[in-house]
């Protein structure tokens, strides 16, 4: 990976308490989100001035890899846009980060958008990549059938995240109540997830393409395909801010524009997609790459990425069970598809398919 996170991490520590605000009580939670909110308007015209575009994400996945495309086969670059990739540990800091206005665009789980939206801040996801969590449960030899997760610990990255989500609907969709009958444990990125079953301190996790085939390959074993559920739910969407769109309104039609180009691009051309997904992932090993390929892209990967009510309703009902403020929320709020709507309607999309 060419990008750094290095100038991201200078500020960072001053930001940290932001990516908190979920856990806090709603005058914490506002007053947190109002120092945030006061950064990005200080902090946007200085550094987009100063400083090349920047792209953040947080999974490390194949899910992230028209985003990766965009930039190696030069698409961005093709659209007049220089952009630098800022990887990010966690969906929270990277919209940390978002708010306080150090990156421009975020490959995020749509749960986090919303969360931090009701919060207070000025974000929307403008096209949806994956509307389905493209997860899975995976379980140690201990679990042979659902009950016997019953009392045991599932691991998932942070708490609020799309992997926390994914592991309640799990939890859900056998009939038990998550941390009642079944304990969430953050154990950090996906990939440590492996390590926290080989040690025994969780007894499955919530993992993605190609964690999985690792996990695998240790002997664990695959319960549930949770997209296969066919639960619409936003997973994986491009989230700005709304201030950003009116003031650079044709820096973000380009933006979409080279999203959707590397969408048809790693499509269509399986060695290259592969290759990158390789790059990203440091990895040389076929069999993974190419299960996570047809995966994450022959599967799943939206040809036009349409956010949707549905999918962002999932998003409300699941925040409302922790967050009072989101109950009632109209999920149109969350997400605006107009540019989307304006490149499919011009025959743009289609022409990138003949």
Not at 12 to 38: E, P, T
Not at 61 to 70: D, E, K, R, Y
Not at 228 to 245: C, E, K
Not at 257 to 281: C, H, N, Q, T, W
Request: with cysteine; aromatic share 8%; proline share 3%.
């Amino acid at each position: 990976m060419t990008a750094s996170c290095a100038s991201y991490k200078v500020t960072a520590s001053s930001m940290r308490s932001i990516v908190k605000f979920c856990s806090r009580s709603s005058k914490s939670r506002a007053a947190l989100l109002g120092v945030a909110l006061l950064f990005a308007l200080a902090i946007p015209v200085a550094a987009q001035e100063g400083r090349r575009l920047r792209a953040g994400y947080a999974s490390l996945s194949g899910n992230i890899t028209s985003l990766w495309a965009a930039r190696e086969a030069g698409i961005f670059k093709k659209n007049g846009l220089d952009i630098d990739l800022i990887a990010f540990p966690a969906g929270t800091e990277g919209m940390a980060a978002m708010i306080a206005g150090e990156i421009e665009f975020l490959a995020i789980a749509g749960s986090t958008t919303a969360s931090a939206a009701i919060g207070g801040a000025e974000v929307f996801t403008m096209a949806l990549i994956n509307d389905r969590l493209l997860t899975s449960l995976v379980v140690g030899p201990t679990i042979q059938k659902p009950e016997d997760l019953r009392g045991k610990s599932i691991g998932i990255s942070r708490f609020g995240t799309s992997i926390d989500t994914a592991a309640r609907i799990a939890i859900q969709h056998y009939g038990m109540e998550p941390n009642k009958d079944v304990s969430l444990v953050q154990v950090g990125a996906v990939s440590s997830a492996v390590a926290s079953l080989r040690g025994g301190r969780i007894q499955a996790a919530i993992l993605s393409y190609p964690t999985i085939i690792y996990a695998r390959r240790e002997g664990f074993r695959e319960m549930l395909d949770i997209a296969s559920l066919g639960t619409p739910y936003a997973a994986n969407g491009i989230t700005l801010r709304r201030s950003f769109m009116q003031q650079k309104r044709e820096v973000t039609l380009s933006y979409l524009k080279s999203i959707l180009e590397a969408i048809a691009r790693v499509k269509k051309d399986k060695p290259f997609a592969v290759e990158v997904m390789g790059k990203y992932l440091r990895t040389k090993d076929k069999e993974l790459l190419d299960q996570t390929y047809d995966f994450a892209i022959t599967k799943y990967l939206k040809e036009r990425p349409y956010p949707t009510a549905e999918a962002f309703r999932s998003v409300i009902d699941e925040l409302a069970q922790v967050n009072p403020k989101a109950k009632g929320q109209d999920p149109r709020r969350f997400y605006d598809d107009s540019l989307l709507q304006e490149l499919d309607k011009s025959g743009f999309i289609n022409a990138l398919y003949r």
